[in-house]
């Protein structure tokens, strides 16, 4: 099983090989305890604080949580009440199947040997559509299984303005290159329901998603270089559903989940959808999605970040 890598601070990123930790500013190296997995997310909260870039994504991160706060007060003083045997939940299905395209935008680097190579400016990476594909199966009243997947398919072309180094290779100023990026997202957690009730309910949701990422440069004057990058991340959060009117026609819901790993990095995605039912089992939504992922190895050198966002059209097929 791989094992889980997470970012330094100031910039240093942990290597898949390795099990220690360099850092690239002139602070002592952070050295992770010993005897647990997920140990170097337990790091020192002064050294969490310290990175500018990380207090960006805790304000964001803080904002997100407010929101989901405020839903979750939402439902439970709308909803909550217990209904009795013979009423009938606005959830009644056993599973649930949506299948989405994401035109998203893409922003990110990859750090390699040191160097941050940016995916717009450096590698020419443009927006593209992306296929999204979810799945729900509930096993019993309050407990189900959901899963994700989304295969991240960039490319671009480019004629260098800038020299940059990426997979031990130097590539110059004017060179002509062109980039593939690959990464597979995969998510499987638990959920549960907290509240239940005809008119919505909220859910719990812990899991695990995977991250295979490779990027592949190719140039005319230097050849061809990849970076790969493996990345397990566990995560929990929440999911809604709300019925504003009677009957089951049109709901809103949304999803927020992700952790931070303190120094090591952080992931948080977030989407919002409108739903209209056009059959007894059948969905169309519209909505936006967003992800926000920062992983690194930890040698100082190899790594990548990446945010992508924009709207999501989506069909949900349901028992």
Known sequence: MPQ????????????????????TSHRAPLQPR??????????SLRDVEASAGLA????????????TITIVLVIVCSCWHPASATAQSAEKYGYEFTAGLWPLSPSGNVLSHGTATDFRSDLGVNSRVHPMFK??????????????FVPYRLNGDNTLTRSFRFSGRDYPTQDKIH?????????GGYQYDLVSAPRGYLELIAGVAYFGASVRVESQQVGTGTEQRRV??????????????RGDTFNFEGEVKGMSYGSFGRYIHTNVNASLAVSPHVRLQGGFNLVDGDAHDEAGTKGFKLRFAGPIFSVQLHD
């Open 4 to 23: 889980p890598s997470f970012p330094l601070r100031g910039g240093a990123y942990p290597n898949s090989t390795s099990s220690q930790f360099v850092h």
């Open 135 to 148: 799945a729900m199966i509930k096993t019993a009243e309050r407990h189900g299984f959901t899963f994700e």
């Open 56 to 67: 960006r994504v805790t304000r964001t991160y803080t904002f997100l949580m407010r929101v």
């Open 232 to 245: 397990p991340l566990p995560m929990i959060g929440g999911k809604f559903r709300i019925f504003p009117f």
């Open 179 to 187: 980039s593939e990026a690959s990464v597979n997202y995969i998510f």
């Open 34 to 43: 010993h005897g647990s997995l997920f140990s170097p997310v337990f790091m």
